[in-house]
């Protein structure tokens, strides 16, 4: 019998050219950052009851939705440009057809400048916090996030961030953070989307930003932005989040609404009480989720109609358990313009506006 054996030679190059195939493979795969444990969030203090914070000023330009509070310090409300803003008789805060919430100012009344003050420092202090956190990745992807997926962990760039159209993927459950620490610039380019997947939480994902962040036009954002310069939204950007800046943010026709801690009935958390919560995105073109709580199982209707209070359309009638839920929203066939939805559900009903612009 004979044994046929290669020269030692041809079995090393053999060698080194498997490897270096299989080399190529990993190369090829997506990449996806895997952490082994969730940072502890991220401790906003009192600027957490802000869906915009700033100490230079707020300003906006074409037709801006903000779901939630916001306010300026130490500037005074002169800095707040672009909203028609109503005192209120207490003189403590104004109201704005932009916004569903507060308006809120240095110079207002007592305790306003007070409670101000705080939530400035508070923002400061949350800044520092994200800043000093230790880094599970350091200079991951040299900063061009486009196409990643990334699991809970810090991650810390001496550069730049950029997050182009092809967008990035946030992986992980409800109770997992990201604290992200950026040295330079953010840059979310034109048409960009931040995607949730796994459960994961706007409300639990932070940007601290040392120079400036830019949304480009209808971009789509999560998260809390800590940054140390100005956040500009360009046209038809949306931020499911808070942006609480050190000097300025800008608007142009955006849509910003606080981030709601539960997102659907699979995160396994029972409501407290019934809710109806901003649609989103809002303004929207065409399709938008509408998301709700109900404490028991109950009949659910949800109808929409028109700016003049004519019902346009039946988006559910069924019975559902108690839990959170959802449901998607297409208006193709509608026309542009204000419109207002209303839950029913037993006793309780709550109607909420949302804007079709197209």
Known sequence: MKIYTKDPTT?????????????MVVLMMPAVAVSQSSPAPVDLGTSGNFVILTKTGISTTGTTSIVGDIGVSPIDHTAITGFILILDPSGQWSSSNLVVGKVFAADYAVPTPTMLIAAVSDMETAYTDAAGRTPDYTE????DLTGQTLTTGTYKWSTGVLISA??????GTSSDVWIFQIAQDLTVGNGAIVTLSGGAQASNIFWQVAGQTTLGT???FKGIMLCKTLIEMQTGGTLNGRALAQTAVTLDANSVTSPTAVNSVEDGLAPQEFALFQNYPNPFNPSTTIR?????KSNVKIILFNAIGEEVALLINEEKESGYHQVEFNAATLPS?????Q??????VETKKMILMK
Do not use: H, N, P
């Open 11 to 23: 079995i090393l190059i053999s060698w080194k050219r498997f490897i270096g195939a299989m080399l």
């Open 337 to 341: 313009g204000v419109y207002f939805y």
């Open 140 to 143: 991951l992807y040299s900063g």
């Open 166 to 171: 092809g967008g990035v993927t946030i992986s």
């Open 343 to 348: 839950l029913q559900a037993g006793s309780f």
């Open 218 to 220: 209808t971009a789509d």
């Open 292 to 296: 709700y709580g109900i404490t028991e």
